[in-house]
């Protein structure tokens, strides 16, 4: 058994996970049946790594079979689960037509003694400063008027229009649920007026829910050919920091040893199929939801061959939820490669396999290093571990893909949160994850290079989707946490501690 100071990091990020999970049960808990039914989906997904790890950290290993079993059953539990809060969505919906059809009736009988006109303000007054008010609107006169038109007591009452950018801010009163009002009030303004412009539901500073219209002259626009060839300029030189990075791995310097090209070209290609396995995971959710994606543009790096990929979006988001399934398609994809990688590598590792490397490597990530420890067993106790080289690369396919997950802006992660929790937390998370990396870049240099990139590319959080209002549902929310979970146990190392009890790196550490 371990004691509580030989294992702050394992029993830190079990805290962390459980009291997410706390966290989630008293979220979904007001909304009843269904909340309870997507927050037990979120349980059954963090489950078996939950009770991995917890008993890993008691000393107890399990071996690999146990591990695909508790996955399996977790996964079929997640399937089962998902089916009953489907039944139960169905009659809630019912409920919920029978409550508006009703609540309709009563704001068309009070709406009798209201103004037939719309209350409006028109000259810009409340907070010019902060929404970047025009002082007259730009919107031509006609079109507004036919914009005003597609409002209603049934779907958004407006009490004021203030001019923003190129378009207008309708303030007033949501009526009814904001996904089904916005889906209704965007189908009409393209009957009226085609696909001149775009309506947004956003909430505004006091978090209440506005309507943004502006033009489609807006629209995020198509990579132009200079943009295209950067992007081939760059997948170029991630091929040559891939095989370099493979020289490094093999003990050798690759561009002083072109002859030795058979030797890297396995390691290489192995990195290069998880960097396009997670472009590939992106494209092909983008084209289910009929989102454009631009090129991507691959990091290279010397230290692992690529940091990933910037992927632009070249379609406005209808909602979070495509966010979401966009974003985490990516990392998923990549993540369950690099993972597959991984384990047969160790599986197939055995004394005299082609790579030995230090048993200290195994120390740098929780999930590599108790996974090899299931795997390997004593093995590790050596202070050289003979390993397959697929164990090299479905490592490094972890790493980049849990640095892609981190949560700061237009990253996978930083899109996930954005899509799960707002604009607002996903800021602030922001921020912790630049902190974060800040402390980490004495340990490691690595992270002062995402950083730097993060904080130069990729900074700013993904501009609002048409509805900004509308949540993904909690099945989606689980995954999120699923994926930030591991995405720290890859990324945090193993205390010497804890290394030393689990005797991963000879018995030198065991003291």
Same mark, same amino acid.
């Given at each position: 058994m371990f004691t509580a100071s030989e294992t702050p990091v394992i029993t830190l990020i079990l805290l962390v996970a459980l009291g997410i999970l706390s966290w989630g049960f008293f979220r979904a808990k007001p909304f009843g049946k269904l909340g309870i039914l997507a927050w037990l989906q979120s349980v059954v997904l963090m489950a078996p790594w939950l009770l991995f790890f917890g008993l890993f950290a008691a000393g107890i290993y399990i071996n690999l079979a146990a591990i695909l079993l508790m996955l399996v059953i977790s996964s079929g539990l997640y399937i089962f689960l998902g089916r009953q809060l489907r039944a139960a969505g169905q009659d809630a919906i019912l409920k919920e037509k029978a409550a508006k059809m009703q609540s309709n009736q009563d704001l068309s009988q009070s709406s009798a003694a209201n103004s037939p006109e719309t209350p409006e303000s028109d000259n810009g007054k409340g907070k010019p400063e902060l929404l970047g008010i025009k002082e007259t609107l730009p919107i031509p006169e006609n079109d507004l008027k036919v914009i005003k038109g597609i409002f209603g007591i049934d779907s958004f009452f407006v009490t004021e229009t203030i001019p923003y950018q190129e378009g207008a801010i309708f303030k007033g009163n949501l009526r009814g649920e904001a996904e089904a009002t916005h889906n209704k009030l965007s189908a009409a303004l393209q009957e009226r007026l085609g696909d001149r412009y775009r309506l947004f539901m956003i909430e505004n500073p006091e978090g209440k829910p506005t309507i943004v219209v502006l033009p489609s002259t807006n629209d995020p626009k198509i990579s132009t050919l200079s943009q295209k060839l950067l992007a081939i300029v760059l997948l170029v030189a991630t091929i040559a920091t891939s095989l370099e990075t493979a020289g490094f791995f093999l003990g050798f310097d690759f561009y002083n040893n072109l002859n030795r090209i058979q030797e890297v070209l396995p390691i290489a290609a192995g990195i290069m199929a998880i960097l396009f396995a997670h472009e590939i995971g992106h494209f092909i959710m983008a084209k289910r939801h009929n989102i454009r994606l631009s090129l991507p543009y691959f990091i290279p790096a010397w230290q692992l061959g690529s940091f990933g990929a910037i992927t632009r979006f070249e379609s406005i988001l209808p909602n979070r939820k495509v966010m979401f399934d966009v974003a985490l398609a990516g990392p998923a994809t990549g993540g369950l490669v690099s993972l597959l990688m991984l384990i047969v590598?160790?599986?197939?590792?055995?004394?005299?396999?082609?790579?030995? /490397? !230090?048993? +200290?490597?195994?120390?740098?990530? =929780?999930? /590599?290093?108790?996974?090899?420890? /299931?795997?390997?067993?004593?093995?590790?106790?050596? $202070?050289?571990?003979? /390993?397959? !080289?697929?164990?090299?690369?479905?490592?490094?396919?972890?790493?980049?893909?849990?640095?892609?997950?981190? $949560?700061?802006?237009?990253?996978?992660?930083?899109?996930?949160?954005? *899509?799960?929790?707002?604009?607002? =937390?996903?800021?602030?998370?922001?921020?912790?994850?630049? =902190?974060?990396?800040?402390?980490?870049?004495?340990?490691?240099?690595?992270? =002062?290079?995402?950083?730097?990139?993060?904080?130069?590319?990729?900074?700013?959080? +993904?501009?609002?989707?048409?509805?900004?209002?509308?949540? !993904?549902?909690?099945?989606? *929310?689980?995954?999120?946490?699923?994926?930030?979970?591991?995405?720290?146990?890859?990324?945090?190392?193993?205390? !010497?501690?804890?290394?030393?009890?689990?005797?991963?790196?000879?018995?030198?550490?065991?003291?």
């Open positions: 590598g160790l599986t197939l590792s055995h004394e005299g396999s082609f790579f030995q /490397v !230090p048993a +200290e490597f195994f120390q740098g990530s =929780i999930l /590599v290093g108790t996974l090899a420890k /299931v795997v390997l067993g004593s093995a590790l106790q050596k $202070p050289l571990v003979d /390993v397959h !080289p697929l164990t090299i690369i479905g490592w490094l396919g972890l790493v980049i893909t849990a640095l892609n997950t981190m $949560p700061a802006g237009q990253l996978d992660g930083g899109r996930i949160v954005h *899509a799960i929790y707002g604009r607002k =937390i996903a800021s602030r998370v922001t921020l912790a994850t630049f =902190i974060f990396l800040a402390i980490a870049a004495f340990a490691n240099p690595i992270a =002062i290079y995402w950083a730097i990139i993060i904080l130069f590319l990729q900074r700013d959080l +993904e501009r609002p989707s048409l509805n900004e209002i509308s949540e !993904p549902d909690d099945a989606r *929310a689980a995954l999120g946490l699923l994926a930030l979970f591991l995405m720290i146990t890859t990324l945090i190392p193993l205390t !010497p501690g804890i290394a030393g009890r689990l005797g991963i790196g000879g018995a030198n550490n065991l003291f």
